[in-house]
DNA sequence: CGTGAATATGTTGGCTGCCAATACATACAC
DNA sequence: GTGTATGTATTGGCAGCCAACATATTCACG
């Protein structure tokens, strides 16, 4: 697939993967890789402004941790990031519901098949 | 929906509302959007260069008809554009089980419901 | 100790591709 | 003759993702 493909989508993957609970960003390409068996290699290019984006649109929130390890900062939801969430996976059930329809129409009633 | 998430997927649907048999511009447009129930709506500086694109890589091809009416040009399906189409939608149905998968996951086996 | 790989965060430039705006021409109703 | 629908086409702009690059730490291995 293409590797740009995720393109206008991605705020839902970021929020998605973050609904369990807490990661840095590092965690976050890991997570999304592996939900998507594979499929989806986001790119530290792509997902660091984009969290950057949605922190300062109040959807996550962060907070650096140097304890013990190495630094790291992590991410969680807010409550209007939850909601920004369900959001998105509304859009994302019309949208392939409207690209779906147009790309294996259901064929007429009364057709013999 | 916002209007341009159809970005990345345009090839396919103008190939599949080319499958029954040919079409002109405008009437694409109006087929987009009666086969998705109204929520995409094409325009006309996204489907004439795209048609373009399409015609030179060789997966359409057009024709002027200028007789009685006005002049259309209409366009319809190569054999190749049908193999691009049949790849066109696996592309799509891996597209969406690989964002679906990140978005809405199916929960882990053994968790109490 | 050096070297390399893995972990981790971040920026910059560029390109793709869709849209808004614009332009123009014909047909038809009124 | 004027407005509306039909019909094709181009241009400029911009959002957003990626490739490439930059930097730092930790750990294994020799």
Chains 1, 2 share one sequence.
Do not use: K
């Not at 998605?16 to 290699?41: C, F, K, M, N, T």
């Not at 304890?67 to 859009?91: F, I, N, V, W």
Request: net charge positive; charged share 20%.
């Amino acid at each position: 697939m293409r590797a740009d493909a995720v393109r206008g989508h991605l705020d839902g993957l970021l929020l998605a993967v973050l609904e369990p609970g807490p990661l840095h960003g590092y965690a976050i390409i890991a997570a999304v890789q592996h939900r998507s068996d594979g499929v989806l290699e986001l790119r530290t290019g792509t997902i660091y402004p984009a969290l950057n984006r949605l922190e300062r649109l109040g959807l996550l929130s962060s907070s650096w941790q140097s304890t013990g390890e190495r630094r790291r900062r992590c991410y969680e939801l807010t409550d209007a990031g939850r909601r920004s969430l369900a959001g998105e996976r509304t859009a994302w059930s019309e949208f392939t519901t409207a690209i779906g329809s147009v790309l294996n129409p259901t064929p007429p009633p009364g057709v013999a098949t």
